[in-house]
């Protein structure tokens, strides 16, 4: 006992200094299991101990004001002595248990002892105890009532009638009857004064209570269902502990009951309703889920919605609540309806038909044909595909999912990307080949690159299987080809387009030199731009284009030709003629413009000396598509010479 540390608990001045020395000497007190020293001693001693602890506590709480300070403040203090008792209790159990062991060691029948020691500081937590429940009840009844009895307006202008405003006084009022009273007088005189004073207390809080009572009923008299019902009462759930507040609840109990049987029996109609049919099956395609996981969230919703239903109903009025008649007619309804959500069923149902189903084998590619033509396909079917999503939902929502299952999920999973783009590439390539069969004279130009693709099918596409490792490499270059292949034809679909728009200006332009020219110049351009892109067999094309370009300059000077003619002949005509009169001068004549036969005007019009003199140029004759020459390539600065893919003089040049 001469190093007992009693002095460190002695000069404690905060609970966390009495806690630190309260467990110090407990530490020190486990000694005497090694000595010689007697347990009833030991026992007086803890008594000792208990006092001094009492003592501090009392010194350190007089100096706080447990009824002035603020609610925050007071909290803090008091969970600072719960820890200290705490600690006591922790300690005091583990030194009884010593010894206990000394008693059985020694056979003293005096052990009966240890079990009957009363701390003294005992009388303190309870009175801590009451303080705090004192204190707490009082915070919140304020803060509902506060929150009750004033309303905010539009503006935000917070509003107390006089009546409610007195309400809230009186409560404060209420407060003041306790507020002088020393809550730590463990004495008799002290145990009376603070009962009182909680007498006091409560006659002014009863006032209030009436008032709060006669605003409760009011509102709920004006609900309808059991959801505005809980609103009022979740308003009011601070003040359940009040009589009068029970009493006006337990009122409209019958009430809140039917209102929640006719909410689930609106919950029984949404259930009856086939999944498939509702709402939430339609968001859950939207938002990726598969069907079984779908159907088992929907049906875990309206089971949490039940549940909220008879948890609020048990804070609203209590546990006892089954005890009454519509409550055990409640209860058992719930209980049927929980039955038929139970989603056991659905799952071992799922389970079974996905047992039989098979996994991925097989090739990779399916030849198929559809009216006669050959179509490509990936053999990845779409439940594979649904399996992975499945598994992976029901594990989050806790499901114990087959290993087997699991197995095939996971051999799903690990190809999924790969068939993913396989399928998006074939669909890209398939694409393709339709806008070159609606353009089937641009199909030379991209034969290169479709004849790339199909060699890449024909030799590994064909024969590669699921479980061969070049599988990744392979959905990788196929889609880079068929990416390729697809921006070509755009490309060369874009300046097909620009072409037959500039061959058909060839026929209804107006004929004249500085428009062909301009026409055939941005002819000349595309073909340029061809040329760069390295096209295959683009000189044949450009030759087959070029025949086009020649045959509309033939077809319009032709027309112009004939125009001339007529022409000559009816001023030859009219020479002959006595009555010959020169014609007016070609200012007054409109300038000559020949139109294709269709666009010809059906009246007759004069023709002017100078459109007699006009000059049919050969302008097909003049013109010759052909690709720009590029820079000759060089290896080590020496050029290589360039094969030469634009056409020579025509053959029609002598016509």
Known sequence: ????????????????????????????????????????????????????????????????????????????????????????????????????????????????????????????????????????????????????????????EVMVDADDRQAIDEVARAYEEVRDVDPLDLTDDGEAAWMHAQERYGERIERVESRVTTKLRDELGTTHGANEMFRVFGKYKGLFTRPKVRSAVLEY??????????????????????????????????????????????????????????QRVEDVLGRA???????????????????????????????????????????????????????????????????????????????????????????????????????????????????LSENPSVLPLVAEYHRGIQAVLSETGFVLKWEDYRLDSFSRDFAVKTTVFQEKVDDILAANERLSASLLGLESCEYAASTLHHILEAIQKV????????????????????????????????????????????????????????PPTPRTLPSFSPYLPEQQPTAKRPWSHAALLVVVIPIAHSYRLHPKPRPAPTVCGTPIQAQRLWRGPSHRAGR
């Open 1 to 156: 006992m001469k190093d007992f540390p009693i002095n460190a608990l002695l000069a404690a001045s905060d609970t966390h200094s009495i806690r630190s020395a309260l467990v110090n000497v407990f530490a020190h007190l486990k000694r005497v299991r090694n000595t010689e020293y007697p347990p009833s001693r030991a026992l007086k001693l803890l008594q000792a101990i208990s006092r001094d602890v009492t003592e501090r506590l009392l010194k350190t709480l007089a100096k706080q004001g447990l009824l002035t300070m603020s609610y925050h403040d007071f909290d803090r203090v008091i969970h600072g002595c719960e820890l200290v008792f705490a600690a006591w209790d922790h300690e005091d159990e583990k030194f009884r248990g010593v010894l206990r062991t000394m008693l059985q060691r020694r056979r003293d029948e005096s052990i009966r002892l240890v079990g009957r020691i009363n701390p003294s500081h005992k009388q303190l937590k309870e009175r801590l105890l009451d303080l705090n429940k004192f204190r707490s009840d009082h915070e919140k009844l304020q803060t509902v009532i506060v929150r009750i009895l004033r309303s905010v307006s539009s503006d935000g």
């Open 253 to 310: 109990q019958s009430q809140l009951l039917q209102n929640v049987k006719s909410d689930i029996a609106k919950l029984q109609k949404t259930h009856e309703v086939a999944y498939e049919e509702t709402l939430n099956a339609r968001m859950s395609v939207v938002r990726d889920l598969p069907p079984v996981s779908g159907q088992i969230i929907w049906a875990r919703q309206l089971d949490r919605q039940l549940q909220s239903y008879v």
């Open 321 to 435: 609540w089954e005890s009454h008649m519509e409550g055990k007619t409640l209860r058992k309804e719930v209980d049927e309806f929980r039955k038929r959500l139970d989603t056991a069923t659905l799952f071992k149902q799922w389970t079974e038909e996905v047992k039989l189903q098979m996994g991925l084998n097989g090739n990779v590619f399916l030849l198929q044909r559809n009216d006669g033509k050959v179509a490509i396909s990936i053999n990845f079917p779409s439940n594979i595909i649904t399996l992975s999503k499945e598994v992976r939902n029901l594990k989050w929502l806790n499901c114990r999912v087959p290993l087997a299952i699991v197995n095939k999920s996971f051999q799903a999973h690990t190809h999924y990307p790969s068939a993913i783009t396989l399928k998006a590439s074939v669909r890209t390539y398939q694409q393709t080949l339709e806008k």
């Open 527 to 582: 073909v340029d731009e061809l040329n760069l892109r390295n096209y295959a067999n683009l000189p044949a094309w450009v030759a087959d284009l070029d025949a086009q370009v020649e045959q509309r300059l033939v077809a319009r000077a032709s027309t112009a030709l004939a125009y001339w003619v007529t022409a000559y002949v009816m001023l030859a005509s009219c020479c002959r003629t006595a009555a010959f009169q020169p």
